[in-house]
């Protein structure tokens, strides 16, 4: 029941700026941590920023003063913008519980394609 439907990704040059869109429906995402993760290929999925219910941020060092996370509980959406980008960013974006039990642990959706190249 629970769906998480990202969105906002695309193709962008290196230095370039995306912001990714979260929209959660059959849960309420006030109470929970949530996370941005991405995979990329051949390589194993990794929390790339988290946000609590408080507004606390944690952001992986590789995308640090880069990456912003938010979330507007009201509309019940999670955000990810991202500034300076670099190909090693290229990955599929996917949003997540990001502590305990995840909302999506056996598929995790089709997430959002971040490609960075010039």
């Known amino acids: 029941q629970v769906q998480l439907v990202e969105s906002g990704g695309g193709l962008v040059q290196p230095g370039g700026s995306l912001r990714l869109s979260c929209t959660a429906s059959g849960v309420m995402l006030g109470i929970y941590t949530m996370g941005w993760f991405r995979q990329a290929p051949e390589k194993q999925r990794e929390l790339v920023a988290s946000?609590?219910?408080?507004?606390?941020?944690y952001y992986r060092d590789s995308v640090k003063g880069r990456f912003s996370i938010s979330r507007d509980d009201d509309k019940n959406m999670v955000y990810l913008q991202m500034n300076s980008l670099k190909p090693s960013d290229t990955a599929v974006y996917y949003c997540?519980?990001?502590?305990?039990?995840?909302?999506?642990?056996?598929?995790w959706g089709q997430g959002t394609q971040v490609t960075v190249f010039s």
């Open positions: 946000i609590t219910s408080g507004d606390r941020t």
């Open positions: 997540n519980r990001a502590e305990g039990t995840p909302f999506l642990y056996d598929y």
